[in-house]
């Protein structure tokens, strides 16, 4: 199956800094998604993002599709962006493939 | 405002009793899943419907059942709940144009079995 690889693992900022997130994925996508799990567990959407680049407010990201990876950029971090970042991927069919996440905890 | 509503948020119950998790959506969407998420194994599909009446399985469907009678909802019930079904749960929907489109997930239900 499909191979999703996220990096780093962990990431540990001061408030205020900016950083970004990589996610690498093994073959072509339909549906490349980004989502925050807050500390409450709860599965947020940033970013539907199969290709091209996306803002939102501090928030952006980047799918390279031919390149088979996707960014997401944060900037000005706050301690409320703690929480674990996952990318999902869809191939073809009727699941989303989930990178292992990349915890990020923003200190004051 | 579109949304996914799962119930409960949180469950604990002991081994053996059935119990329904309710998932319900109110964008219309053709496609529906379930996933859990456990520490170290990530989220993991469980079953899915791609309409009313069509369901399959996911990758962990084993302990687990599903029905699809109206397009709004998609309950998972576990008919005799085990210790190893302890995880968290969310439910999915999405369009589906060819694959899964972009996916809105339920708040999660957290289960612990007893």
């Known amino acids: 199956g499909i191979q999703v690889e996220q990096s780093p693992p962990d990431l540990i900022l001061q408030e205020g800094a900016n950083s970004t997130l990589r996610c690498n994925f093994s073959?072509?996508?339909?549906?490349l998604q980004w989502f925050h799990q807050n500390p409450w567990g709860q599965l947020i959407n940033l970013f539907y993002?199969?290709?091209g680049t996306k803002q939102n407010g501090r928030l952006s990201a980047t799918t390279v599709a031919t390149e088979r990876y996707s960014l997401l950029y944060i900037s000005s971090s706050q301690t409320t962006d703690s929480g674990v970042y996952f990318c999902?991927?869809?191939?073809?069919?009727?699941?989303?493939?989930f990178g292992k996440g990349t915890s990020l905890l923003v200190t004051p | 405002e579109a949304q996914v509503t799962q119930n409960p948020r949180y469950l604990i119950t002991v081994t053996g009793k059935k119990l329904t998790v309710t998932c319900s959506q109110n964008?219309?969407?053709?496609?529906m899943s379930w996933y859990r998420q456990d520490p170290g194994l990530g989220l993991r599909q469980i079953y899915y419907?791609?309409?009313?009446?069509?369901?399959d399985k996911g990758d962990v469907p084993e302990g687990y059942k599903v029905s699809r009678k109206e397009k709004r909802n998609f309950p998972l019930i576990l008919e005799s709940p085990s210790p190893n079904q302890t995880s968290l749960y969310f439910c999915?929907?999405?369009?589906?144009?060819?694959?899964?489109?972009?996916?809105?997930f339920g708040q999660g239900t957290r289960l612990t079995v007893v």
């Open positions: 999915a929907s999405s369009l589906f144009k060819g694959s899964v489109t972009e996916a809105f």
């Open positions: 073959d072509s996508v339909n549906n």
């Open positions: 964008m219309n969407h053709e496609y």
């Open positions: 999902a991927v869809n191939l073809s069919g009727y699941a989303l493939n």
């Open positions: 993002i199969p290709s």
């Open positions: 419907s791609m309409n009313v009446e069509v369901t």
